[in-house]
C-alpha cells in the first residue's frame, strides 16, 4: 500500500503538495497538480481515513441498531437512514440486535469505543418505556441522534444534530 511519501517521492514534491493536491487547498500550479496526480494514480494511493479520523476527531460515520433487520419496517428506516447519512458525507453501520437487550447494551459500548459520530436507536419499548442503554453505558456525554421506540414513550433524549437533520447544512 502506498504512502503519502511515496506519492510525493514519485511526483518530485514535497508531502505538504501532495496533501494541497488532494485536499485542493493552497495554490498548486497545474503541471505539479497533474504530475501529482499521475504519481497518485500510478501507485494506486488512496488517503488513509484512518489518519484523518485521528486529526478531524470525526469518523462521518453513524450507526443504525435496530432489533430485527429482517423486518420490513426496519429495512425501510435503514434504507432512509442510509440514503440521508449518504447525502450527507456519512457511512451507515448496521447493527442487529436480535431483540436482545444485552446485545443493544453491547453494541452501543462497542460503538461508543469505536467513536461514531452518532446513534440511531430504533427499538422495542422495554416494560419501563426506557432504554436501558442510556444508563448502562455511561454515554451521557455522547451525541445521540435520537432514539425511536414504536408506540413508547421513551425518556433516552436524544442531542439534535442539525447537520444530519436539515437539508440546508449540505
Wanted: charged share 25%; net charge positive.
Amino acid at each position: 500500500m502506498s504512502t503519502l511519501n511515496d506519492v510525493a517521492r514519485v511526483a518530485g514534491v514535497s508531502t505538504m503538495t501532495v496533501s494541497r493536491v488532494i485536499n485542493d487547498s493552497g495554490y498548486i500550479s497545474q503541471e505539479t497538480r497533474a504530475r501529482v496526480n499521475r504519481a497518485i494514480a500510478e501507485l494506486g494511493y488512496m488517503p488513509n481515513v484512518l489518519a484523518r479520523q485521528l486529526r478531524s476527531k470525526r469518523t462521518k460515520t453513524l450507526a443504525l441498531v435496530v432489533t430485527d433487520i429482517a423486518n420490513p419496517f426496519f429495512t425501510t428506516i435503514a434504507r432512509g437512514v442510509e440514503d440521508a447519512a449518504r447525502a450527507r458525507g456519512y457511512a451507515v453501520m448496521f447493527c442487529n440486535t436480535d431483540e436482545s437487550e444485552a446485545e443493544e447494551i453491547e453494541y452501543v459500548r462497542v460503538l461508543i469505543q469505536r467513536r461514531v459520530d452518532g446513534v440511531l436507536l430504533v427499538r422495542r419499548p422495554t416494560r419501563a418505556g426506557r432504554s436501558s442503554c442510556c444508563a448502562s453505558t455511561r454515554c451521557r456525554s455522547w451525541s445521540w441522534i435520537g432514539t425511536f421506540a414504536p408506540r413508547s414513550s421513551m425518556r433516552c433524549s436524544p442531542t439534535p444534530r442539525p447537520e444530519l437533520t436539515s437539508p440546508s447544512a449540505t
